[in-house]
């Protein structure tokens, strides 16, 4: 069964970065074959979905657009989240997510986005 691990998360200040990682492993995945995302929630908030990564093609949330890059290492079978400019706001535990979807059908906003690990905190201090 495969098992994912989110790492990287910390407490940082207002302006800072961090970057984030999501390993697979213990068993046969590839990357390449799914849609990767980031999604975070709050204490008391819902789910918001951050950024995705297909074959490529990027999408982000309006509030990350700019700050965060998502990226992955298919041959590492790793999924990043490079976090910059960091806020309040982005407090959050962060989770990485991954499935299957047609083309063209990988966004941040989509709910159904399964997330895999068990989270990483990222806390902003102003």
């Known amino acids: 069964q495969v098992h994912f691990v989110e790492s990287g998360g910390g407490s940082v200040q207002a302006g800072g970065s961090l970057r984030l990682s999501c390993v697979a492993s213990g068993g046969i995945i590839h990357f390449s074959n799914y849609c990767m995302g980031w999604f975070r929630q709050a204490p008391g908030k819902e789910r918001e979905g951050v950024a995705t990564i297909d074959d490529g093609i990027t999408t982000y949330a309006d509030s990350v657009k700019g700050r965060f890059t998502i990226s992955q290492d298919n041959a590492k079978n790793t999924l990043y989240l490079q976090m910059n400019s960091l806020k309040p706001e982005d407090t959050a535990m962060y989770f990485c997510?991954?499935?299957?979807?047609?083309?063209?059908?990988?966004?941040?906003?989509?709910?159904?986005?399964?997330?895999r690990g068990q989270g990483t905190q990222v806390t902003v201090s102003s």
């Open positions: 997510a991954a499935d299957s979807r047609p083309p063209g059908l990988c966004h941040y906003n989509d709910p159904t986005l399964r997330p």
